[in-house]
């Protein structure tokens, strides 16, 4: 089994929708990122975690929001939903046992808004 | 501010041939390095990663790099390609103690038969 999955992998959604991406890892980290990758740019981080109760916003905040639910649980949200924001979106985990901090993805999903 | 930069973002080489791809990263301090793939509709695989030990690093499937302070550099390469190397290649350098990764544009490699 896969250790950070994302759901779903594919959405397709409307302007103005509003959008929950989910990810779920077993890897027992206590960091959670999510991260948008868009043609020629790389990734770009939107939002971390480094514990349940501590949130902050990445490079690319604007337009999104997150909820920790619980140490393997991190939702990313589209309040609502703009053409730009098709791209594809990771999640990423890590555990700060070393200062390297090695991040582990997800799978992806891909989120088109029409 | 630390940012890094792939020279190239397409790379084509035969099969069989080195692979050299390109990156250089600009940080006040020698900062941690990695390389990450991404396969056709898959999510990041760490390659390879820099933590201030050796400066010739390897990796996963024969790939390795080298960390050359005086070039700010830490380009990854493979002897011999082979056709399941086609796939994006990202460079990403954290520095010690802050919080993000900050990564590459990527550069897509193409192996031709």
């Known amino acids: 089994d896969a250790d950070v999955t994302q759901t779903p992998r594919n959405r397709i959604t409307k302007t103005g929708k509003r959008i929950m991406l989910e990810c779920s890892q077993t890897?027992?980290?206590?960091?959670m990122y999510w991260y948008r990758q868009d043609p020629g740019l790389g990734l770009r981080l939107i939002y971390y975690?480094?514990?349940?109760?501590?949130?902050n916003k990445g490079e690319i905040s604007d337009g999104y929001s997150v909820s920790r639910q619980a140490q393997a649980k991190f939702s990313l949200s589209l309040e609502s939903a703009i053409p730009n924001q098709t791209a594809l979106y990771f999640c990423a985990t890590s555990a700060p046992s070393s200062s390297t901090d090695t991040q582990y993805f997800g799978p992806g999903t891909r989120l088109t808004v029409l | 501010a630390q940012s890094v930069t792939q020279l190239g973002s397409h790379v084509s080489v035969s099969e069989g041939a080195l692979v050299l791809l390109r990156c250089n990263y600009s940080s006040s301090v020698p900062p941690y390095l990695f390389w990450y793939v991404q396969y056709p509709n898959q999510g990041l695989q760490l390659l390879l990663k820099?933590?201030?030990?050796?400066?010739l690093v390897k990796g996963i499937n024969g790939f390795e790099a080298e960390f050359k302070k005086s070039e700010t550099s830490f380009h990854l390469t493979k002897p011999s390609a082979h056709m399941s190397d086609a796939a994006e290649y990202f460079c990403a350098v954290k520095r010690s103690g802050a919080n993000n990764l900050f990564f590459g544009t990527g550069t897509r490699l193409t192996v031709i038969p």
């Open positions: 890897k027992g980290h206590d960091r």
């Open positions: 975690s480094f514990d349940v109760k501590d949130i």
């Open positions: 820099y933590t201030s030990a050796a400066t």
